[in-house]
């Protein structure tokens, strides 16, 4: 049985030969099914380095993120003080001016 096997496989690269590529650097006894693994490999191998470098694109903004969120916390704070401190300056001129307006009505009407 074993004899069949090893005649079967050295039929089958014979009859292969001629499918062998470049890139293939197996050192397997059947040409064809390295060649067919290379070929269906290779788009594979591609698209975990596509992967890879979508990874290491979305750590990076990560990172990047990281540093710049104190900042961005800092500036809001900001921003929230100076309008609050606004706010508080419109609401006592709103109330200066309903004063002067009851003030007036209560002229216009004693």
Request: with cysteine.
């Amino acid at each position: 049985m074993h004899m069949h096997m090893r005649m079967r496989m050295h039929m089958h690269m014979r009859m292969h030969m001629h499918m062998r590529t470049p890139t293939c650097t197996c050192t397997c006894t059947c040409t064809c099914t390295c060649t067919c693994r290379v070929h269906v490999l290779a788009p594979r191998l591609q698209a975990c380095r596509e992967k890879r470098l979508e990874l290491s694109c979305f750590e990076m903004l990560q990172q990047q993120e990281a540093l710049a969120r104190p900042q961005r916390l800092a500036q809001m704070g900001t921003l929230v003080s100076e309008q609050s401190v606004r706010e508080a300056e419109l609401q006592a001129s709103y109330a200066e001016l309903l004063r002067k307006r009851d003030s007036l009505l209560e002229q216009l009407h004693p």
